[in-house]
């Protein structure tokens, strides 16, 4: 379901699904966290993915009609995604993540379309372009956009799920890049030759992490680029300018889904008005509240989000 009535709409594109937690199943996946979470602040969300003819898939629609969420979530012949999700004694997950599901055979609507046409915003990242089907939708979507809206590349590695090409090749329709410490390894090997070690650059070498992060802005002629670095604290880097905040110190539930708030908190409070580092504080303090949440989508509180 889409409010024609409603311009200027903020997309996540790609998977949604359901994380199979040990308490239980929740709704997820960081496209459709994305989205939710903008819609809190306000704004115009969408959730754009496909679904499976089962249970599942009726779940995922009745659970986004209920909080209102503007969605366009095809079905298709293959069934609704699902995540085995298990966390270690720090809350910090991990994934085994399903093949064959709806999420890797989004097809192009024109409703997709239109909805693009009238964007503001759109986060996307490397997992659903795992398949060409889902990847052609996406960069349909991406090319269809206004010039002047911002679009996220939460790159979100997962398992072996992403090619260099594909990287490359979403920066090029990116124009701000969303990475953890993590990934930035990866993608320093990958994309620029930068051998590291993984989990160490920040740590070991801050100097080398803000050069390959501004090496990355230059080479893919991005507006800033959000650097998270779990306890450590976390960067906004742009050609010139740097912000930083710490992370604050939490009773974690559990992790999931926090880096997706941060993303749409900060997205949100930009087209809002507010400055980028204004942006990066309220982020923080969103994602540092959802750590002490279970699953990916819970409520932010009113407090959290006034100015």
């Known amino acids: 379901m889409v409010n024609e009535q409603m311009k200027k709409y903020v997309i996540g594109i790609g998977e949604a699904l359901f994380d199979c937690l040990p308490e239980g199943r929740k709704l997820g996946g960081a496209p459709a966290n994305f989205a939710y979470h903008v819609s809190q602040f306000g704004l115009n969300g969408c959730a754009i993915s496909a679904i499976g003819a089962d249970e599942l898939g009726d779940e995922i629609v009745d659970t986004f009609e209920k909080v209102h969420l503007n969605h366009i979530l095809p079905v298709v012949e293959q069934p609704t995604g699902t995540v085995k999700v298990t966390l270690d004694d720090k809350g910090v ?84 890049l969303k990475i953890n410490d993590e990934e930035l390894d990866v993608v320093a090997t ?79 409070q930009l087209l809002l008005g507010k400055t980028i580092r204004e942006a990066h504080e309220k982020a923080v303090a969103v994602s540092a509240y959802v750590c002490t949440q279970r699953g990916a989508m819970p409520v932010i509180p009113d407090e959290l989000k006034a100015d």
């Open 190 to 268: 990958m994309l620029l030759g930068e051998p590291t070690v993984p989990g160490k650059l920040i740590a070991e070498d801050p100097e080398k992490t803000r050069r390959i992060c501004r090496e990355l802005i230059a080479r893919y002629e991005l507006d800033m680029l959000i650097l998270t670095c779990g306890a450590i604290g976390s960067y906004v880097f742009t050609a010139s300018k740097e912000s930083y905040v710490a992370t604050p110190e939490v009773q974690v539930a559990d992790t999931v889904g926090a880096g997706d708030s941060f993303t749409a908190t900060f997205v949100a």
């Open 93 to 176: 997950p991990q994934y085994e993540i399903c093949l064959g599901v709806a999420w890797d055979n989004i097809p192009l609507t024109n409703n997709m379309l239109e909805v693009a046409h009238q964007a503001q915003a759109a986060c996307f990242g490397s997992l659903a372009q795992r398949s060409q089907t889902s990847r052609e939708t996406i960069q349909a979507i991406l090319d269809a956009m206004p010039e002047d809206a911002l679009k996220v590349f939460d790159i979100n590695l997962r398992q072996s799920w992403y090619t260099a090409e594909v990287i490359a090749e979403s920066l090029h329709r990116a124009n701000v």
